[in-house]
């Protein structure tokens, strides 16, 4: 079981932890903001993935790649923070992407929760939105899901109001 967020501008939420306290890994798509929201999002020892966004600092781009790209159980995943939608990618990736796409892309950076399947690539993209205070979204969102062999499954959205 997988937990995601992105975008949280080092704002911390107490409930990030509850509602990832049954997930095995937690998963950061960028704009961290600071440490200690690694720090405390790591405190449970549940493995944590990340990438550094476009307002981290180098104690975060030191830390976390720009791309991660990884296997767990059957799926490649390619996280990154600005990758676009499908048919609107990010140029700096497009190339790439379209070469060898992941089973599965998550990105953040819109502030935007979606969830959609790209046809033409094969792959299902995820935006986790933000889970942070800054910006204009107007939810603070998180996501769960899980990953069995080769199949995702059980996606949640979970508006924090």
């Known amino acids: 079981r997988i937990g995601l967020l992105s975008d949280t501008h080092a704002y911390w939420d ?6 990832f306290s049954n997930c095995d890994e937690i998963w950061h798509a960028g704009d961290i903001g600071s440490m200690s929201i690694i720090d405390k999002l790591g ?42 939608y499908p048919k609107r990618y990010n140029p700096a990736i497009v190339g790439e992407l379209k070469l ?22 094969q792959l ?23 990953i069995d062999k080769d199949v995702i499954k059980d996606l949640e959205i979970i508006e924090l109001t």
């Open 14 to 19: 107490d409930r990030y932890s509850e509602f």
């Open 43 to 84: 405190a449970s020892g549940k493995t944590m993935r990340a990438v550094y966004g476009n307002i981290d600092g180098q104690d975060i781009r030191q830390t976390f790649p720009l791309h991660n790209r990884f296997l767990i159980e059957q799926v490649a995943v390619w996280l990154t923070h600005i990758g676009g």
């Open 100 to 121: 060898n796409p992941p089973k599965l892309f998550i990105c953040g950076h819109s502030h935007i929760a979606k969830v959609m399947y790209d046809n033409t690539l």
């Open 124 to 146: 299902l993209h995820i935006n986790p939105g933000a889970a942070g205070n800054q910006g204009f979204h107007a939810v603070r969102t998180l996501m769960r899901f899980v």
